[in-house]
């Protein structure tokens, strides 16, 4: 599935790493990042989910939440928030449902092997429920301080 801005974001329920689940419509009224990464504990995405704690503050200011979604189980994200102090929850994905609905499950190609994978990405859900900003194929560096530029632009 391609979601493009301006669709509807696509509904979900997903397990937390506080216990429970959290759905999309849940959250409605709120701004939301939802940020797909491909494994807890590995460089990038340690970065990067450092990357958005360190700004959840100026997030939650915007009246805006951040999760992160990977396939790792809950005890693994417990785990890696644990480990890495991380502020903002994290979501798994363990059936990749809902990296499919957004596009970021797909086929992968690294030395000369391919296989199925988690993309990399950012989306940006308006109070609405609709996409304001994406961002595919993320590149980790500066990647949460584009987010928040985007979402301070959004808000005026």
Not at 124 to 151: C, T, Y
């Amino acid at each position: 599935m391609t979601l493009t801005v301006g669709d509807k974001a696509p509904d979900f329920t997903l397990p937390t790493d506080g216990g429970g689940n959290l759905s999309l419509k849940d959250l409605k009224g709120k701004k939301v990042v939802l940020y797909f990464y491909p494994k807890d504990d590995t460089p990038g995405c340690t970065t990067e989910s450092k990357d958005f704690s360190a700004l959840k503050g100026e997030f939650d200011a915007l009246n805006c939440t951040v999760w992160g979604c990977s396939t790792d189980s809950v005890r693994r994200q417990c785990n890696f928030r644990d480990k890495q102090e991380l502020t903002v929850p994290l979501l798994a994905d363990e059936d990749q449902v809902v990296h499919a609905v957004f596009g970021t499950w797909q086929e992968k190609k690294n030395y000369g092997r391919t296989y199925m994978g988690t993309v990399r990405s950012t989306f940006l859900v308006d109070p609405q429920g609709n996409l304001a900003a994406a961002w595919p194929k993320v590149r980790v560096k500066g990647h949460a301080d584009d987010v928040l530029a985007k979402l301070k632009e959004l808000v005026g």
